[in-house]
């Protein structure tokens, strides 16, 4: 069955980076794009960006262009998101979720259970 | 940008229907997905493709579409289907778009 399992939860300093993770399984890895969607605390959900594993071909939300940079392991089935530049605002769960369709209108049919980031002084 | 406007908060009985809506400019030429979040857990698809629903989903979850108007419809209201419901569309400007989220009480 498919599964999205992300990395364990992580506290910064503003400015410090941070890398997460989301392995997939239980599917064919190149067929579907991984997005990541963030959500603050007591707040929705925000579109962060988009990658499609079989080419590491990426797209950004422009709030985060510059900042964040998405990458992927084809031998581990693994996608990384890294977030730069972290602030305070960037305390969120952050998700990994799996396009159910190859179209941009597609939904996301499979999520990863969330990382927490938190970025505290 | 694009927008998806939803109530904050929808209150159903138990066993009674309720309906939250999702609006946005020329809604009806797009794809909207609808997903469950119940505290501290992941998002879980619902309905995709304006009314489709995946498998495992309950018959009693429904959507529906009608001009810029998105409907989500629960029918026979469980307490288990407490939760914040989001809408989601695709918009070639804005890309993928949540709406704010509407929290539903079964009381």
């Known amino acids: 069955h498919v599964q999205l399992v992300q990395s364990g939860a992580e506290v910064k300093k503003p400015g410090a980076s941070v890398k997460l993770s989301c392995k997939a399984s239980?599917?064919?890895?190149?067929?579907?794009?991984i997005h990541w969607v963030r959500q603050a605390p007591g707040q929705g959900l925000e579109w962060m960006g988009i990658?499609?594993?079989?080419?590491?071909?990426?797209s950004y939300a422009q709030k985060f262009m510059g900042r964040v940079a998405m990458t992927m392991d084809t031998s581990t089935s693994t996608v990384y998101m890294e977030v730069n530049s972290l602030k305070s605002e960037d305390t969120a769960v952050y998700f990994c979720?799996?396009?159910?369709?190859?179209?941009?209108?597609?939904?996301?049919?499979?999520w990863g259970q969330g990382t927490l980031v938190t970025v505290a002084s | 940008s694009y927008v998806l406007t939803q109530p904050p908060s929808v209150s159903v009985a138990p066993g009674q229907t309720a309906r939250m809506t999702c609006g946005g400019s020329?809604?009806?030429?797009?794809?909207l997905h609808w997903y469950q979040q119940k505290p501290g857990q992941a998002p879980v698809l619902v309905v995709y493709d304006d009314n489709a629903r995946p498998s495992g989903i309950p018959e009693r979850f429904s959507g529906s579409k009608s001009g810029n108007t998105a409907t989500l419809t629960i029918s026979r209201a469980e307490a288990g289907d407490e939760a914040d419901y989001y809408c989601q569309v695709w918009d070639a400007s804005s890309d993928q778009v949540f709406g704010g989220g509407t929290k539903l009480t079964v009381l």
């Open positions: 020329k809604l009806g030429s797009k794809s």
């Open positions: 979720a799996r396009a159910g369709a190859a179209r941009p209108s597609s939904y996301f049919d499979y």
């Open positions: 239980g599917y064919t890895f190149t067929r579907h794009y």
């Open positions: 990658i499609l594993p079989s080419g590491g071909i990426t």
